[in-house]
């Protein structure tokens, strides 16, 4: 389906109203590949979207906006330890992560009620209370968008990091993903290292998936707005992760800031932590804000622009880089110009 002229205001959790010259939704992997085959009168540039809760538009864009609705879960294989399933990436992520706790499958459901949906997952490498999507996915199948190829991708050749894979850095707008492979456990196996998630599960009694999933669900709603509300795309900064010597420096001068060792070697610091500290937590500048319980969180209030939201994006990045010597790095993609 081609769309022209056409408001992204449902298309983006900031709720922000810019256009996209052309917008194509794309049912199915074969009406994907013709698409690609002949691209028809859509202009470039191209842009890929999932629901747009990762995105900020600071402009309307003037190309051709990419939707993946392919929405299929199928089980692949199982054997005693668990179950393959291929997921389109049309999927709801929550939607999918329902339907894992209904089936008894164990792994994502940490990640519960993170918005968006199945295809950008492993682009995002999503993670919550102490897990990453990257430790579930086997393979991620996308089309090449220059010529409808297909391509399969192991989990090794995704180079999954801490909110990054390949589709984010030199795939990114390359390859259309168009269905994800996840591996998850039938013996139940919990994850509640995160102190405040175990002690809400203890309230609903005994640990059980359902149980866990329900824990993550409370505990989000308590804490991030929800954008149907205010308008937002969850953490707007990245955890800043440091040399194990820089960020000794940094916590030897601030011994209460949060921080945990970091896959990679080096130590994540709390950005959020670093924001509220420099007195943001709960400040509006016009339409745009941070919001009152969550200082990673950015918010429209209702009439915000994109560039009110970056601006204000700016001027964080700014106080906390002049008070820690950290530059926070933007998790939010900003799309458009000004
Ligand atoms: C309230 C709130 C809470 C959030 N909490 C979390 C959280 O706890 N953890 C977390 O990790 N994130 C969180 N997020 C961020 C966001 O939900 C995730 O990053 C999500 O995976 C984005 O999905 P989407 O479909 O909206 O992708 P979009 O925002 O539309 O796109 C994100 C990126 O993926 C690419 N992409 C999307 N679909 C495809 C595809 N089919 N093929 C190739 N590339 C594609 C896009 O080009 C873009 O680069 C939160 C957001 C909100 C609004």
Request: aromatic residues 10%; glycine residues 10%.
């Amino acid at each position: 389906m081609i769309y022209r002229n056409i408001s992204l205001k449902p298309y983006n959790t900031f709720g922000l109203d810019y256009k996209a010259d052309c917008l194509v939704s794309l049912k199915t992997e074969e009406e994907a590949i013709v698409f690609f085959r002949d691209r028809q009168s859509c202009g470039e540039p191209l842009l890929i979207m999932g629901e747009g809760s990762n995105l900020l538009f600071i402009s309307d864009f003037r190309g051709t906006v990419l939707h993946s609705a392919i929405e299929e879960i199928n089980p692949e294989e199982n054997d005693e330890s668990g179950v393959i399933l291929s997921v389109g990436a049309g999927v709801k992520w929550d939607h999918f992560v329902e339907w894992c706790v209904k089936k008894g499958y164990y792994g994502v459901e940490n990640l519960s009620l993170i918005p968006g949906l199945v295809g950008a997952a492993p682009v995002q490498n999503i993670g919550a209370y102490g897990v990453e999507v990257k430790d579930t996915i086997t393979r991620v199948r996308a089309l090449d968008i220059s010529d409808g190829s297909v391509r399969e991708f192991s989990n090794g050749e995704c180079l999954f990091s801490y909110r990054n894979s390949i589709f984010k850095k030199d795939l990114r707008n390359k390859f259309f993903i168009t269905k994800v492979y996840f591996k998850l456990g039938i013996i139940p196996s919990f994850n509640l290292r995160y102190d405040l998630l175990e002690e809400e599960v203890n309230k609903a009694g005994a640990i059980s998936l359902r149980n866990v999933r329900q824990a993550v669900i409370n505990i989000r709603k308590r804490k991030l707005p929800d954008p149907k509300v205010y308008g937002n795309a969850g953490s707007f900064f990245k955890n800043p992760v440091l040399s194990i010597p820089e960020a000794e420096k940094i916590i030897a001068k601030y011994p209460q800031i949060p921080h945990y060792p970091d896959d990679s070697g080096g130590i994540k610091l709390a950005a959020g932590w670093l924001i509220d500290r420099c007195g943001w937590k709960g400040k509006r500048i016009g339409n745009a804000g941070v919001h009152e319980m969550q200082a990673l969180v950015l918010v429209n209030f209702g009439n915000a622009t994109g560039k009110e939201i970056y601006d204000l994006s700016e001027k964080i990045r700014e106080s906390v880089l002049e008070k820690y010597g950290i530059a926070l790095e933007r998790e939010v993609e900003i799309i458009g110009s000004t």
